[in-house]
């Protein structure tokens, strides 16, 4: 018989760090804030990548930063804008504990999570679908641009002319008009010879 006890510190460090991915998940869950209590009637989830949440402690204590990765291996999460400074003055992303967080926007753009959290799809929001207004006004303005194309192709015609026709006299006449500007100034600052011979 062995005389050690299930619930001892021993066993219980042991099923800390043997535990298969399956339980990490279960161990790594994270509680809501109120807003998301009452909303969805669970006091705790299990945190995933794209979640909000607010650190509780630290240095970096109440601040709400969306997550980066989570870490099963490690039990550790990394989050957006949570960064130290290096002795080579690097900046690296720092490793948190679930238990200095508070969850207080779930990623629900999984289907299968919207459907353990008993939500229907017309109650999602499109942040918490991980849609973000910015994408729209980004397609705007990408199509915007795309309108004055036959301008660009107009003035790239004369250029396959110039290259079609003599292109040596026109690349001629372009360069010299340039330079003799340029002296024109020079030229108009000779006027010292004829003082000479007015003296």
Known sequence: MSSVSPHS???QRKAFFTAP????????????????RTRFR???????K?????????SFAGREERVARVNRRSYSVTLDNVTLK???EKMKAL??????????????????????MRVRDEDVTPEERGETPSEGEETTEVATPATPTPE???KAEPKEETV?????????????????KRKAPRRSRAPEPDEEDDA
């Open 50 to 58: 794209g979640d909000t949440v607010r650190i509780l402690s630290g």
């Open 9 to 11: 510190p021993r066993r």
């Open 21 to 36: 991915t399956s339980e990490r998940r279960v161990r790594m869950t994270v509680p809501l804030s109120r807003e998301l």
């Open 164 to 180: 079609s026709g003599e292109a040596p006299v026109d690349g001629a006449d372009d360069v010299e008009e340039p330079t003799t």
């Open 95 to 116: 490793s948190l504990g679930v238990g200095h967080l508070v969850i207080t926007r779930l990623n629900l753009a999984d289907p299968w999570r919207r459907r353990s």
């Open 152 to 154: 660009g192709e107009a």
């Open 86 to 88: 290096t002795a080579d």
């Open 42 to 48: 669970r006091r705790s989830v299990p945190l995933r």
